[in-house]
């Protein structure tokens, strides 16, 4: 009998090429991705396989395709396609350890536990967004961008970076203050490479650090580490919030080193230089500045001008140019600032059905930017001083009693609050500390009072009384 004349049934085969594919493919790689995988179908000389997640789905389809086309065209005697879907209920699949620590970590925990727990839920994933590019802006684009001879040099080089990623400059660092543009940048390398068809991953720093403790709590390991390394793109942003965490840096180092063996482009933007990032492992600053690393700096007059008027033309808007000159001449600190005054111009003058002239520009200037009533940082010390009953130069002195350090923390906390300083100018005000220092004391108090009823009292009463000195 001729091999035309055999009836080949395609879930035979399917198991088949199965087996074979488990022989061919390394175990991480078959575990993954292929392990799971069921025969949904075949109708002509399609087969449909069900996977556990678009994960796997994304990598048949795009990376390892060719391969398991060709294994399954073997066994099934002729040539055929493949279509991947998703399966509704995941199937169950063994655990990937990876030699890091996070992975080991989990490892150790399985051996220690004296019931392990179901293997689904150390394969299930957290329900968020498959996805993180939904999180792109789409105002964020190149063409968007006001370029003016401030940052005509860091626009170009994003530009490079977007038409040929990973040749140009690779690792891309951005640093600069807040609210110049960093992100715009950023998101704008992100929106061109992903209409290239480029798979793409934009996060904030917090993003990677929160999938990480997900990926502890399910146990889903292989596929976190699938999920960042198989981007061709990775863009981070404020990578300065990964500094002090030791387990985030970990594992972000190996990421880094994967995607960047494999030609993968790394954006990363922060508010401050690498070698000014004190807290971030030696080995992930060396590799931060072995790119292109560029500042941003704040638009210059005129390039806020032109900002000012493409807002303005965008919503079909005639504003005078003394206007818009008379904005840009009193908002110096950055963009997010001016588009917030620009906005509730737009308002007042919708509102009030009359033309937004220079006299009342002037006024809404005056009342956004001189309230009537600063608070200042000596208030706050002095404040936070008189409701734990403690001197001021305690707040302000080298001492570390438990009392002291929290009445110091909840002042640094309202003083980044409730007043205009910066975080370099609050370190100063007590005692002449680290930017870092306060950072950190901050962010304590933040998280402290999510679940600390007591310490969120104090901070609401004070906050209260500071407030009502502006009344």
Known sequence: MSQESIAVN???????????????????????????????????????VGVRNSYARDMLQHRLYRNLRRVVSDVYGKAVELRFEVNKIPEVSEVVEADMPLFRLLAQRELDAETPAPLHERVARPQRPELP????????TFDRFVVGTENQMVFSAARA?????????????????????????????ASACQLRGMRVIYIPSEVFTNDLVDSIRQRSTAMFREKYRSADVLLVDDIQFISGKESTQEEFFHTFNA????????????????????????????????GLVIDIQPPGFETRVAILRDWAQERGLTISTKVLE?????????????????????????????????DLAEDLLDGYR????????????????????????????PRRSGMINQARQVAMFLSREVTTSSLPQIGDAFGGRKHSTVLHSCNKIAEEIEHNSILRAIVQDIRGCLLNMRS
């Not at 008379?326 to 737009?346: D, H, P, Y």
């Open 10 to 48: 395609p879930q035979e085969a399917w198991n088949a090429a199965f087996h074979q594919l488990e022989m061919q493919l390394d175990r991480a790689s078959f575990d993954t991705w292929v392990r799971g995988a069921t025969l949904l179908g075949c109708e002509d000389s399609v087969f449909v």
């Open 259 to 290: 995607l960047y063996t494999f030609n993968k482009q790394i954006v990363l933007a922060s508010d401050r230089h690498p070698h000014e990032l004190e807290t971030l492992e030696a080995r992930l600053r060396s590799r931060f500045e072995g």
């Open 370 to 397: 001189r309230p009537r009533y600063q608070i200042t940082l000596s208030h706050v010390l002095e404040m936070v001083a008189n409701h734990y009953s403690l001197p001021v130069t305690d707040l302000t002195g």
């Open 326 to 358: 008379l904005i840009a001449s009193r908002v110096k600190s950055n963009v997010r600032e001016l588009e917030g005054i620009f906005n509730q111009m737009i308002a007042t003058q919708q509102i009030t059905r009359g033309s937004l002239t220079a």
């Open 133 to 140: 590019e939904s999180e792109l802006n789409p105002r964020f």
């Open 161 to 189: 970076v977007a038409e040929l990623p990973a040749v140009s400059y690779n690792p891309f660092f951005i640093y600069g203050g807040v609210g110049i543009g960093k992100t715009h940048l950023v998101q704008s390398i």
